[in-house]
């Protein structure tokens, strides 16, 4: 074996063992013990989960703290949270969540049946709107009828194993068949790609939307619904036994309790506040 495999097998070794190590505890040893780790790996989303100044900040943040916080005055249990790893590729994240044992996945995973196969929920901590946004000179249109005439020449470009594929999909399918479809890594970098090409549009959460609004992108979100919101919540395996405390604290009480709503206008805006349902 030449110097060249050697080192590509010491990597590939390594890699594994950083892998491997994205881990914490069972809730079971939490209970047992009194304390313990959860281990959580996160993709970006603004406003939702984000490094600010190196560390992670947003909404799923301040819930992470109320769960820690709920679990310590209602089970007498303390847990420190552990952020071990964060994946800026979505489907990466979704398939490092499943494959770690007692690992909680943070971002915006909108909960479907699929994904249930294969992955375990906690209950949803929001519902998100999802939206059709372009370049902000991109002509209004709306309905979906007439897409393919507003929009000649657009290509379409959506987040790779995000729920999007099936309303762009639709879209081809019913309304534009010659649609060309291609696939970016995250919404960040679509909405960059989109503020430097104005023939590209995309399906992205609302959350991600009022991202681009703050950070002042060229964008426009299109006049078309999508039906009902999406339920957002956070992944893990299906071997971790998590979502049994999960269950008793992601409840309607606490999405209607002040604390949450205030988590919500600090984080995402009074706009996104109004929409909440």
Not at 30 to 39: E, M
Not at 250 to 262: F, I, N, V
């Given at each position: 074996?030449?110097?060249?495999?050697?080192?590509?097998?010491?990597?590939?070794?390594?890699?594994?063992?950083?892998?491997?190590?994205?881990?914490?505890?069972?809730?079971?040893?939490?209970?047992?013990?009194?304390?313990?780790?959860?281990?959580?790996?996160?993709?970006?989303?603004?406003?939702?989960?984000?490094?600010?100044?190196?560390?992670?900040?947003?909404?799923?943040?301040?819930?992470?703290?109320?769960?820690?916080?709920f679990v310590q005055a209602k089970h007498?249990?303390?847990?420190?949270?552990?952020?071990?790893?964060?994946?800026?590729?979505?489907?990466?994240?979704?398939?490092?969540?499943?494959?770690?044992?007692?690992?909680?996945?943070?971002?915006?995973?909108?909960?479907?049946?699929?994904?249930?196969?294969?992955?375990?929920?906690?209950?949803?901590?929001?519902?998100?709107?999802?939206?059709?946004?372009?370049?902000?000179?991109?002509?209004?249109?709306?309905?979906?009828?007439?897409?393919?005439?507003?929009?000649?020449?657009?290509?379409?470009?959506?987040?790779?194993?995000?729920?999007?594929?099936?309303?762009?999909?639709?879209?081809?399918?019913?309304?534009?068949?010659?649609?060309?479809?291609?696939?970016?890594?995250?919404?960040?970098?679509?909405?960059?790609?989109?503020?430097?090409?104005?023939?590209?549009?995309?399906?992205?959460?609302?959350?991600?939307?009022?991202?681009?609004?703050r950070k002042r992108l060229p964008t426009?979100?299109?006049?078309?619904?999508?039906?009902?919101?999406?339920?957002?919540?956070?992944?893990?395996?299906?071997?971790?036994?998590?979502?049994?405390?999960?269950?008793?604290?992601?409840?309607?009480?606490?999405?209607?309790?002040?604390?949450?709503?205030?988590?919500?206008s600090d984080n995402l805006g009074m706009?996104?506040?109004?929409?909440?349902?």
């Open positions: 074996m030449n110097k060249k495999h050697v080192l590509l097998s010491i990597l590939v070794g390594l890699a594994y063992q950083l892998s491997a190590q994205k881990t914490g505890d069972s809730w079971a040893t939490v209970k047992a013990n009194g304390s313990g780790s959860l281990a959580i790996v996160y993709y970006e989303q603004a406003g939702l989960i984000q490094d600010v100044n190196g560390k992670p900040e947003g909404l799923c943040v301040e819930i992470l703290k109320d769960f820690v916080d007498n249990k303390k847990i420190s949270l552990q952020y071990v790893g964060k994946e800026p590729v979505f489907t990466n994240f979704l398939s490092t969540t499943q494959k770690s044992t007692y690992v909680l996945g943070v971002t915006n995973v909108t909960i479907t049946d699929e994904r249930k196969k294969i992955l375990k929920f906690t209950p949803p901590f929001i519902s998100n709107p999802v939206v059709l946004l372009t370049h902000k000179e991109a002509p209004a249109v709306t309905s979906f009828a007439e897409l393919s005439k507003k929009l000649e020449g657009y290509t379409a470009e959506i987040i790779e194993g995000s729920t999007h594929l099936k309303y762009i999909n639709k879209i081809k399918k019913e309304n534009w068949p010659s649609l060309t479809i291609t696939y970016g890594p995250s919404g960040q970098e679509i909405l960059k790609k989109i503020a430097t090409n104005p023939k590209i549009f995309t399906i992205l959460d609302f959350t991600e939307f009022v991202d681009a609004n426009k979100k299109q006049n078309l619904e999508f039906g009902d919101p999406e339920q957002l919540a956070f992944i893990m395996s299906k071997q971790s036994d998590w979502d049994e405390i999960w269950k008793l604290f992601m409840t309607d009480e606490y999405r209607k309790s002040p604390k949450y709503r205030k988590n919500i706009a996104f506040l109004s929409i909440l349902k």
